[in-house]
């Protein structure tokens, strides 16, 4: 099987010619960051990457997770991966200085998050869960819990969980039933079954924080009664050390399609002591802090998937001798040409190459707006920042995970029957991105919260963080010759980006059916159009000579702009009908005769 | 998780009210064959596969095949069923009488086909090979190997195999290495190395009866070289019972994806007594008879299992309550409403219908066709339906297939994170799917047997078998304006088609890369259309006052062809956009760059 390689060079290009720099300078985590910094660290990560992570992907895989005698133990090689991760500084980067961290930009974060996730999901998961806990705890702690868990949890010695899903309650959090009670000592007793825990338990670290939602004995029915509560899996001693057991176990594992060297627990919550985390009955919002930065990482899980199966087809199919170039024999002197020569085969890699290079560059527009939006000086920047990424988090998750799994599947289909053996470690790719597809809010949920929130929230406005400057970028770049026939496909696409978006808003406002029915079609249509402009904005700069350090690079991605144009983006039209159809089809349709 | 249900309703419904029973009543399969009798063996199987073969699918995923001291032993309860099948009779079921089988036309028993391999795809995988190599000896053997071979091989006595893949020859066929040397006493010794040889050993019949394609030593290079003998798994005694070890061995399992029932075998071949089939040279023409088949019979697989993912998704989006009703609380007095209210699962459900019973209707057309071509009394009518499945048979296999994937896929999203746990079922449907995207020719290559050979055949002439019906259909449904709403957007997708395929032809003259490069897409597009004219022929017949025997499943019939018109339909517009934008973008990008 093809090693992993991290996509250095895109990155490290995407970090130099995308970033909105003069914006971003403006930020403390950018103030000392240059670009000779933000390189040296990438290709840190991706050595690490690379020579850690990505050896024990596979094994991890066929090893899973065991549960023995109550602990969960991870596969061969995971501790001491782990061991090497934390020492390295990893858990921290994105940390506040304040506890521990190394307060570099999420732009940077989430580009270490790709590749660790490109190498080995299963163990970025273990990882992303302790980042969500930490910032939970950051944002609503109080001073005596930042104290308590910050530092433990930056420096990795102390993993975080996220305990929502129960049994009856999945999407649906209204319905579910964990009880805390207060206690006259201050805090609370927790007892409940949560499902579905990732990391839950496992032997990387000396304790687990769980962050759990869980109701009190009077709170209100449905989600305006549930509060979230900081739970660790080890009671902490006078001097914060750990130490005994805090009434958790995990009573099963689920045997699942991938991610296997990831637990997955069935969590039993006795009289565990626990501390409430943010409001009373405002759990949701702190559950939200740490979903949305989730599902931003979980999209870029995705690309780091769609990116390691690139790699992965691009070498077989260089390397596999099948078949002749139609045009006449490439390599007479070959029993055959190499698999690249056929069309079919080089238009699965640039449907993989556009798809991933464009939602990798769409993610750090987004990361960049995130960075502003927690520390921008100006409020107001801030805000429309935030209100950007709040837009752009749905797409995000869910076009980026479709595209994981659509990238797995085609590295897949281009090493043939190879490609489904276990051995040859790319039908791994496809059942670890099943998963992204899944969870932190399975994507039609994504498409409901765009459509349903994120579209109508503060009358429009999120919207024209989006329209507004691709509006600009198009008038600019219709100035352009050279970016003719990038831009006039880009424009259509958008005008019909706009028609379904007045659509639905209209018809959404006399029937909420009629903007819900077509949601995942019209964010896909969204997410077409917003990798579309990250498209032009690199070829914009493909074509700046002083951006030119390598010309074939600049030439690759002319390149491949041009075939998202003609090849991908007119998947649009299709989505665009299919919008415009509204939702009578759907509704017509009789229940009972399903 | 949800139990395997046949769609026996609506394989009756299709049977009795899509088939053209004129032409059909002239062949000697349906002089004996009326509905009811049909529709007892439709009952039969669906018995059988819900009651025999669904109960060990899961299982036998979770076992897997072993190899033990050189021999494969299938999972527990395999050989038992198997033994049930052929007491049952059903591996003879479209035999020959005159060899023991049962005579019945390909359109029933391709719908069995559907529900064994959609309640237990690796089991169905052994039958197949079997029926493939029944059918390749019955068409190009010789008296005495048809008579040596063919009723052990209709009776589910012995099993068969297709050989073709080496390590170094997949796809290319002309770079295979295996030897088979003339001996004096006639016949031949094979010796060479195969590998991922579904069924190539097992514990379910008393012999296996290999295909082998293999060399002889002074055969021209490349496929022209090619021959195809039998070699049986163990050598026959003077009265036909097979006796010693024929110097095959299975030196290796694969470890899958998915299939992990179905034995996937590295075989070694040392002097195996081995009889040539058909003539010196002529192996491809043999191999060919059971690949064609056999590319059906996979696109068959396709929709086994997207009947059964959708079985599965329906029962659970009834029965699991999460969330409420957007008009309202749809049953106040649970906690939850169940998942069907929701827009976004209708909307997958609906795919999924629309899908899998527009292409289980194709697949009947082209089984009825094939039916026609092999036993049809007139030459021309035999020669022209024989041109329709020829033209068919890559597109059902690869749409179908494609189909199968997406829609068991579409499952594990309505299942949530249920569906990425193991037991409950719906995940392994996506592992099993995946296969038959890959085998008998990667679907890439079914695209560029359509674009390549198919339409350029005859001069054309095949293509005439598919446009001048539908044209004929146009006309006369567009007299009916209770089609009209169908009609319309199907006129517009075949107006599409009929311009891309005037662009390739006109293109792949000059250049064949212009033509294999939006190979796959053509091939998608030519789908949609044709299982558009499906939903228009179900619709049109649920609209006849006297075949509606059950209003509300016509009703459902025609619901879903409204769907499938706006909003699957219209996918065939960016394909169009695609297609038409040609191969330069494709054949621009710098092969070193990727």
């Not at 919002?285 to 690309?303: C, D, E, K, P, Y």
């Not at 920042?385 to 595209?403: A, G, Q, R, W, Y």
């Amino acid at each position: 099987m093809a090693d992993y390689k991290a996509p250095l060079t895109d990155m490290q290009y995407l970090f130099r010619e995308i970033l909105p720099w003069e914006t971003l300078q403006e930020l403390p985590g950018y103030q000392e960051l240059d670009t000779e910094l933000a390189d040296a660290v990438l290709e840190e990560g991706a050595r690490f990457s690379e020579e850690v992570l990505a050896p024990v992907n596979r094994s991890g895989d066929e090893q899973g997770c065991r549960l023995e005698a109550g602990r969960v133990h991870t596969p061969e090689g995971f501790p001491d991966a782990y061991q090497r991760y934390a020492r390295g500084g990893w858990p921290a980067i994105n940390c506040d200085p304040e506890h521990g961290g190394q307060g570099l930009p999420r732009t940077l974060s989430f580009l270490l998050e790709e590749m660790v996730c490109g190498a080995n999901l299963s163990f970025g998961i273990y990882q992303l869960l302790t980042q969500g806990a930490y910032h939970a705890i950051n944002i609503h702690g109080s001073e005596e819990l930042k104290s308590t868990y910050l530092e433990a949890l930056a420096s990795g010695r102390w993993a975080g969980t996220m305990c929502l899903t129960e049994p009856q309650s999945g999407t649906d959090l209204g319905l579910l039933r964990s009880r805390a009670t207060p206690i006259e000592a201050g805090g609370y007793r927790l007892t409940g079954s949560k499902i579905f825990i990732s990391a839950g338990d496992h032997d990387l670290t000396e304790n687990i924080i769980h962050l759990v939602l869980a109701r009190t004995p009077d709170a209100p029915a449905g989600v305006r009664g549930i509060s979230l509560f900081v739970v660790p899996a080890r009671q902490l001693n006078e001097d914060g050390s750990p130490g005994k057991d805090n009434g958790i176990s995990c009573s099963a594992l689920e045997h699942k399609m991938g991610i296997r060297a990831s637990s997955t627990c069935v969590l039993s919550f006795e009289d565990a002591q626990a501390e409430l985390l943010g409001e009373l009955h405002g759990g949701l919002r702190g559950m939200f802090t740490m979903m949305n930065l989730a599902r931003l990482s979980v999209g870029v899980q995705g690309i780091g998937i769609a990116g390691a199966a690139y790699h992965a087809a691009v070498t077989y199919a260089r390397e596999r001798l099948q078949g002749r170039d139609l045009h006449g024999a490439r390599f007479p002197e070959q029993a055959a040409d190499p698999l690249m020569v056929h069309p079919d085969i080089r238009r699965m890699l640039l449907t993989m190459r556009a798809w991933t290079e464009g939602a990798r560059a769409l993610i750090l527009r987004v990361a960049a707006a995130l960075d502003v939006s927690l520390e921008h000086p100006d409020p107001e920047c801030r805000r429309d920042n935030h209100e950007f990424v709040s837009l752009m988090t749905p797409i995000v998750k869910s076009l980026c995970t479709d595209i994981g799994f659509d990238v797995a599947n085609l590295a897949v289909q281009i090493y043939g029957g190879h490609g489904y053996i276990r051995e040859n470690g790319v039908e791994q790719y496809v059942r670890d991105a099943r998963i992204t597809q899944i969870y932190e809010g399975a994507n039609g949920i994504q498409a409901l919260d765009l459509v349903g929130r994120k579209l109508p929230e503060h009358t429009g406005r999120n919207l024209r963080h989006f329209f507004h400057p691709l509006q600009a970028n198009l008038e600019s770049w219709q100035q352009e010759p050279q970016l003719q026939q990038l831009v006039e496909p880009l424009a259509k696409a958008f005008g019909r980006l706009q028609r379904a978006t007045a659509q639905l808003a209209l018809k959404g406002l006399q029937d909420p059916v009629q903007a819900a029915a077509p949601a995942s079609e019209y964010l896909r249509l969204f997410g077409l159009v917003a990798i579309g402009q990250s498209w032009v904005q690199m070829a914009e700069s493909c074509l700046q000579p002083e951006s030119q350090p390598n010309p074939a690079f600049c030439q690759a991605k002319l390149d491949t702009a041009s075939f998202y144009m003609r090849h991908i983006l007119p998947l649009s039209s299709g989505l665009f009908a299919s919008i415009m159809a509204g939702a009578d089809a759907l509704e017509a349709f009789d229940e009972d005769a399903f």
